[in-house]
C-alpha cells in the first residue's frame, strides 16, 4: 500500500512538472495562483491548494493549471469544485480572523493570574486582633461543656 502511495504522488509530480505553469504566461501564472489560493484542500478544509500537501490538493493545482490553459474561466473553475465539494472548498475573506485574534489566549491568561492572585490574597486569612484585656477573646473555647 505505501508503494501505491508513493509511485501515485511520482506519477502526479511528473505530471505537475509537464503541465506545470511554466510553460503558461505571466497573467495565467497569477490566475493560477489566485485560483489556488480561492480553493481550500477538501481533505481538512484548513489550508489553500497552494500550500496542502496532500495528494489531493496536489491534484488540483494540475487540474486548475490545465483548467486555465484550457481557457476556462475563474468561476467555472470555482463553481466545479463547488459541485464536487459544497461551498466549503472554497476560501471565505469574511470568515479570516481579524488582527485582534490571536491576543485573545494572551488576555485570558493574564486575566487568570490577576484574577488567582487577586483570590489568593483575599482568602488569606487575616491575623486576630487582641485587646490587652482578653488577649484571646475572638477565639472559641472548644473545652467547655455546656
Known amino acids: 500500500m505505501p508503494y501505491l502511495t508513493l509511485s501515485l504522488l511520482v506519477i502526479l509530480n511528473s ?4 503541465a506545470s505553469p511554466a510553460t503558461a504566461s505571466d497573467n495565467q501564472k497569477a490566475r493560477i ?7 481550500l484542500a477538501p481533505c481538512c478544509y484548513t489550508e489553500p491548494v497552494s500550500r496542502h500537501q496532500s495528494e489531493i490538493a496536489l491534484k488540483m493545482r ?6 486555465v490553459a484550457d481557457g476556462r474561466t475563474d468561476q467555472q473553475i470555482l463553481g466545479t469544485y463547488v459541485q464536487l465539494y459544497g461551498s466549503k472548498v472554497l476560501v471565505d475573506p469574511r470568515t479570516a480572523p481579524a488582527w485582534w ?3 485573545i489566549p494572551w488576555l485570558t491568561v493574564v486575566s ?3 484574577f488567582g492572585f487577586w483570590l489568593l490574597r483575599r482568602w488569606r486569612p487575616k491575623p486576630l ?3 490587652a484585656d ?6 472559641p473555647d472548644f473545652d467547655e461543656e455546656d
Open 33 to 39: 495562483e489566485r485560483l489556488q489560493n480561492a480553493v
Open 62 to 67: 494540475i487540474e486548475i493549471a490545465r483548467w
Open 101 to 103: 485574534t490571536p491576543w
Open 134 to 139: 482578653q488577649p484571646f477573646a475572638a477565639l
Open 129 to 131: 486582633i487582641a485587646s
Open 112 to 114: 487568570a493570574t490577576i
Open 15 to 18: 505530471v505537475a512538472a509537464v
